[in-house]
């Protein structure tokens, strides 16, 4: 009996060992993924990796044709571009044609942000959904840019005059523009030179509306 008594003891001790183990190499088991803190450092890393986003001054002007820069306060603060440039500065434009031609002023590229049409955050230009529209924006280009598509579908169907667009669409546009004015200034100008007097008909008024063309 005794030795019975002795060996249910052991086969106690013996099981409640193994529950013990069985915990343990649950614990570590739960404990040991790391995928949450590894997401969240490539997350971290790739937003270091983009050089800080500014916000337009009150006195801030288009690079490229020296035109008012509305805020995000301001009714056409949506059509706002800025361009981050190799060097770390921030440039600015009244509109997304603008930049796209700076930089073929520049011969260089820059990291391109557009507003979101609704919540007027910054996105890069080459993730942003693209509409054009019949919108008056300050150089009339006439794209709004969304971060979701939903948002874009939605805006297509309260326009009625608007459909879904492309970079391809942006730079075409801005490359007949840019064509147009150096032809305007002759060869031999820099860009700086009589800029604003290039800028027939154009106006930074409250409806964004101008006549001309850059």
């Not at 001790?13 to 490539?42: D, H, K, R, W, Y």
């Not at 983009?50 to 001054?57: A, D, I, K, M, R």
């Not at 800025?82 to 600015?92: I, L, T």
Request: charged share 25%; aromatic share 8%; glycine share 10%.
């Amino acid at each position: 009996m005794k030795s019975f008594y002795l060996a249910a003891v052991a086969l106690a001790a013996v099981l409640m060992l193994g529950a013990c183990g069985s915990e343990e190499a649950t614990g570590e088991t739960q404990a040991s993924p790391t995928q949450p803190e590894t997401t969240n450092t490539i997350g971290e890393t790739k937003e270091a990796a983009h050089p800080q986003l500014e916000e337009p001054g009150e006195d801030t002007v288009c690079e490229y044709c020296q035109m008012t820069v509305y805020n995000a306060t301001h009714e056409l603060g949506a059509f706002t571009a800025q361009g981050v440039k190799a060097d770390g500065s921030n440039a600015f434009f009244d509109d997304v044609g603008c930049m796209l031609n700076q930089e073929r002023v520049d011969g260089a590229e820059m990291e391109k942000f557009v507003r979101d049409y609704n919540t007027l955050e910054w996105i890069p230009l080459e993730e942003a959904v693209i509409v054009k529209s019949g919108l008056k924006t300050p150089m009339n280009y006439g794209f709004a840019f969304f971060t979701e598509l939903s948002a874009a579908d939605a805006f297509i169907q309260q326009q009625g005059d608007a459909q879904k667009s492309d970079l391809a669409a942006v730079d075409a546009m801005s490359y007949e523009r840019h064509e147009m004015r150096m032809e305007k200034m002759g060869e031999g100008h820099s860009h700086g030179e009589g800029a604003e007097n290039m800028e027939h008909g154009h106006s930074h008024g409250g409806d964004g509306m101008k006549d001309g063309e850059e």
